[in-house]
């Protein structure tokens, strides 16, 4: 399976951009799925995600801003992104934890917040 990102861009401080995820294979679940980012020179980290049970988790400082959310018809993952700020500049994966488990990492797409 790949996994490919799209929608990232150049926007303003207090914009907003959605971010999708589609899945190549249709028996891929992505139901575990997650969004990461990673900005330069710092770790990368996770931002969004859904857990067990149809849940979702948020990186602290997205909260608030940030919905994750999934079309199972589509295969595909979404990041909806609000009230974005300079430090959310990074490039964004999307990924889950059977894929990293395989050192699997598509291709990021590149989010710039800046004025």
Do not use: H
Not at 11 to 27: D, E, F, M, N
Not at 37 to 59: C, D, H, I
Not at 62 to 75: A, E, P
Not at 79 to 85: G, Y
């Amino acid at each position: 399976v790949q996994l490919q990102a799209s929608g990232g861009g150049l926007v303003q401080p207090g914009g907003s951009l959605r971010l999708s995820c589609a899945a190549s294979s249709s028996t891929f679940s992505i139901n575990a799925m997650g969004w990461y980012r990673q900005a330069p020179g710092k770790e990368r980290e996770l931002v969004a995600a859904f857990t067990g049970g149809g849940e979702t988790r948020y990186l602290d400082s997205v909260k608030g801003r940030f919905i994750i959310s999934k079309d199972n018809t589509k295969n595909t993952v979404y990041l909806q992104m609000n009230s974005l700020k300079p430090e959310d500049t990074a490039v964004y994966y999307c990924n889950s934890p059977d894929l990293i488990l395989n050192g699997y990492w598509g291709q990021g797409t590149q989010v710039t917040v800046s004025s």
